[in-house]
């Protein structure tokens, strides 16, 4: 949860309460002092504004789900009575010093004057309640994020095995026609499943995406040969862009696997370019295609729609036809579009 969200909420409260004591003065029939009013939530809330991301330091140095539960609660409680008589504190004083800078009282009233009790109270309850109001916001952004965070793990993980199993069906025909070329491709397989291993981010950039995917095609040519034709066509200025890691070898692999014919030669083009704020992304061979019938989602076109849903929200989108309608050989177009966002940002 970002600092700016805290204070964004300490002023959406500040603003709740200064509406209520407009509405009270108008249902008692009181003429409604709005600068008042306004003055009087501006000058409570506002401190809070700037002691709200002291929750966040708390929070994070004392997990309300740290084990045993009732220690970070009890720290939890005196942090929250200890800003609140803080707060208390900060806004008397400013108060005290606006009215004395506006000769309203002077500097001596101002430093000796008593502090209302009651308001004093209000304050140090009002205050905790605030505490308390933070820490289920963050704790409900910290589940969600960590529930994102796990349906990625899930997801992501899904596409190894199946990345593996039909890698070394691959090596094992070549086993026995060529044992060179297979030592090969089981060095070049070592090298793609320690990086998927190593990579702990979801997302990386194009550049990267694309030194991954080299390494895969260079299994793939060891098994077809001239077989196999790769074009890419990607725009440089997109090489920063974010991008999902892992998610062009599934899209890849599709195309490879679910090829018409293994002895007929397939031809894969895969563009990369932005428009305006999206990073448009497409995969087309020139296989079989859907030939009409209905489309068939795999694991890997599933897997990678379901990643980018978690990922990105509705802004994405995946979509899956024939690459050309007019051709005796359709083939299969994947066309993928995501926010744009650059590495740097």
């Not at 709200?52 to 789900?65: N, Q, T």
Request: charged share 20%; hydrophobic share 50%; aromatic share 6%.
């Amino acid at each position: 949860m970002r600092t700016s969200r805290v204070v964004a909420l300490a002023l959406l409260v500040g603003a709740f309460f200064t509406a209520e004591e407009v509405f009270m003065d108008l249902a008692a029939g009181r003429p409604v002092a709005l600068v008042g009013d306004l003055w009087n939530g501006l000058a409570f809330w506002v401190v809070w504004v700037f002691l709200a991301p002291l929750v966040l330091v708390a929070l994070r140095r004392w997990p309300v789900g740290a084990k045993p539960v009732s220690h970070p609660l009890l720290v939890h409680a005196g942090v929250a009575v200890s800003l609140s008589a803080l707060h208390n504190v900060l806004t008397l004083i400013l108060t005290r010093l606006v009215m004395y800078l506006q000769g309203a009282m002077s500097l001596t009233k101002a430093l000796t004057r008593t502090s209302n009790p009651v308001a004093f109270v209000w304050g140090v309850f009002t205050g905790v309640i605030f505490y308390a109001l933070i820490v289920m916001v963050y704790s409900a952004a910290a589940l969600e994020a960590e529930l994102t965070r796990s349906k990625l793990e899930t997801l992501r993980s899904q596409l190894r095995p199946h990345f593996l199993f039909n890698t070394l069906n691959a090596i094992s025909v070549l086993l026995t026609e060529d044992a060179g070329k297979a030592q090969r491709m089981i060095l070049r397989l070592s090298t793609l499943l320690r990086r998927s291993l190593d990579e702990e981010a979801h997302e990386v950039s194009l550049r990267q995406e694309l030194a991954f995917v080299n390494d895969y095609l260079d299994i793939q040519r060891g098994r077809f040969d001239d077989r196999l034709e790769v074009r890419l066509a990607i725009d440089p200025t997109v090489l920063d862009a974010r991008v999902p890691v892992f998610l062009l070898q599934p899209l890849l692999e599709n195309a490879i696997e679910h090829r018409k014919s293994v002895e007929r030669c397939l031809a894969i083009a895969l563009n990369a370019g932005r428009e305006r704020d999206m990073l448009r992304i497409t995969v087309a061979d020139d296989g079989p295609g859907t030939l009409g019938a209905p489309v068939r989602e795999r694991i890997g076109l599933g897997n990678t729609r379901a990643r980018l849903l978690h990922l990105y929200g509705p802004r994405a989108s995946v979509e899956l036809g024939d690459a050309h309608e007019n051709a005796e050989s359709h083939g299969t177009r994947v066309e993928i579009r995501i926010p744009y966002r650059d590495t740097a940002e």
